[in-house]
């Protein structure tokens, strides 16, 4: 089937190498929206760990005082236009309205702005010339040139060749491996296990750039429905019945047992899923055995949007969700500084 589509994938590499020269050459116009940018971005589609990070550069950004907004498309949500998904003040929109990703940073972080829209140049507006914010967080933003950037990021999953992934639609991978040129930071995610693969590695040694290595701890398990939370010690001898929709259900799976926990059974769905009633019998039946749910933090934001759902689930078994943590494994100073320069608005070099 591959081999049918790769036709397809060359004339995609090739109208992105022409997009991404158009770039370059001034012909299609980058807008400066006043502010200091941080894009966090990848080369491939889904499942490489990029929200985490974007969470961590928001919490540093707040701890340096900074009125920071978060700027993303708000990817299968059901509005349309630029929606205020939180002023930095008020939650204002659910996951339905605003995307389970950037509802999920505005819940985490109270005091951070967050702001979706499809034109993204016009959601940075809103909140920089609106809201006041005075850096910008631009969320999955690699591909999108639109906005000019202060520090541009790319995250790559450490377990995998991105030399080895074949381009859309024959593969994941979204443009020519000469993009990474532009990043001035290369992310490895997923790190605990492996630092890259060989193909990468050989690959950023001829293209330079500074690199970093994080993965991800379970910082803490909050109960649906109340305030209650615990450490993972505290979870033990529970027995977890697992469900998420997220682009790496697999590494969710294995993050909760080396974390301790007693996983006696999991189900996954597709990124990014939409709950039905039908989804809810096929995990009461895989739940069999178990004391309790467990379920990623996008997935239980997913579900408030859907109110009947979670107390279905709430009234059939306890339900709770797992807060991630990530950890700068390699160069957290190289990394760190980099967002200070950017703060000050010095571009990365």
């Known amino acids: 089937m591959k081999l049918l589509v790769l036709p397809f994938s060359w004339l995609y590499a090739l109208i992105m190498v022409c997009r991404n020269k158009a770039f370059d050459m001034g012909v299609l116009k980058v807008e400066d929206v006043g502010v200091p940018v941080i894009s966090v971005g990848n080369m491939t589609m889904g499942g490489t760990g990029k929200t985490p990070l974007v969470e961590y550069i928001v919490r540093l950004c707040l701890a340096r005082g900074r009125k920071v907004a978060v700027v993303s498309r708000g990817y299968r949500r059901e509005s349309r236009g630029t929606v205020v998904v939180s002023d930095g003040k008020i939650l204002l929109a659910n996951a339905l309205q605003g995307g389970d990703e950037p509802v999920q940073i505005a819940k985490k972080f109270p005091g951070a702005i967050v702001v979706v829209g499809g034109r993204r140049v016009e959601a940075a507006r809103k909140a920089v010339t609106e809201l006041k914010a005075d850096v910008i967080v631009l969320d999955d933003g690699f591909q999108h040139r639109y906005i000019k950037r202060t520090l541009d990021i790319v995250v790559l999953d450490s377990r995998k060749d991105v030399c080895t992934i074949p381009m859309i639609p024959a593969g994941e991978r979204r443009e020519p491996l000469s993009g990474i ?73 294995d993050l909760m047992a080396r974390s301790g926990l007693d996983v006696i059974g999991d189900m ?82």
């Open 181 to 253: 040129e532009r990043a001035h930071l290369v992310a490895f995610s997923k790190s605990q296990r492996t630092a890259g693969g060989v193909g990468s590695r050989w690959m950023l040694n001829i293209l330079g750039g500074s690199r970093i290595h994080f993965g991800y701890s379970l910082d803490r398990i909050l109960r649906a429905g109340s305030d209650k939370r615990f450490s993972p010690m505290e979870m033990k001898g529970t027995r977890l019945f697992l469900f998420s929709g997220i682009g790496d259900h697999a590494g969710f799976v």
């Open 268 to 349: 996954r769905f597709p990124d990014h899923h939409a709950y039905t009633k039908a989804d809810l019998q096929r995990i009461f039946e895989g739940l069999r055995g178990a004391d309790a749910l467990l379920t990623t933090e996008k997935d239980f934001v997913r579900l408030t949007g859907t109110s009947d759902l979670l107390e279905e689930i709430m009234q059939h078994c306890p339900l709770h969700y797992a807060g991630i943590a990530v950890d700068i494994l390699q160069n957290k100073r190289e990394i760190d500084s980099m967002i200070d320069r950017c703060l000050t608005g010095k571009v990365a070099s």
